[in-house]
Nanobody
Framework: QVQLVESGGGSVQAGGSLRLSCAAS????????MGWFRQAPGKEREFVAV????????RYSESVKGRFTISRDNAKNTAYLQMNSLLPEDTAVYYC????????????????WGQGTQVTVSS
């Protein structure tokens, strides 16, 4: 069983930055592709970013490309999402996900999910 715990959410003004962390309790963290998703009130969960096991591949949604950066530290069993130039429309609960398949994780069919962390961006 893999447990994912997100942290780093909070409230920030537009234009600000936040760094989300996702700590994974798993022996073979480097076997999992890591993704970030978000869900705004009244909306469906949407893909934000994904990074492959060996950090070879990264992909971002068009809405965050150029502003967000996904990374991972396999030695610390942790994935990160650096969010810069935040906009009010980035307000959502952000979820970390881990999956054995890169494509499945990207498509929202990850094997494990965290509980989420709230990000609120005010104008």
């Amino acid at each position: 069983q893999v447990q994912l715990v997100e942290s780093g959410g909070g409230s920030v003004q537009a234009g600000g930055s936040l760094r989300l962390s996702c700590a994974a309790s798993v022996l073979a963290f480097n076997n999992y592709n890591m993704g970030w998703f978000r869900q705004a009130p009244g909306k469906e969960r949407e893909f934000v970013a994904v990074v492959s096991t060996g950090i070879t591949f990264r992909r971002y949604s068009e809405s965050v490309k150029g502003r967000f950066t996904i990374s991972r530290d396999n030695a610390k069993n942790t994935a990160y999402l650096q969010m810069n130039s935040l906009l009010p429309e980035d307000t959502a609960v952000y979820y970390c996900a881990a999956g054995g398949s890169y494509v499945a994780t990207l498509e929202g069919r990850a094997d494990y999910w965290g509980q989420g962390t709230q990000v609120t961006v005010s104008s």
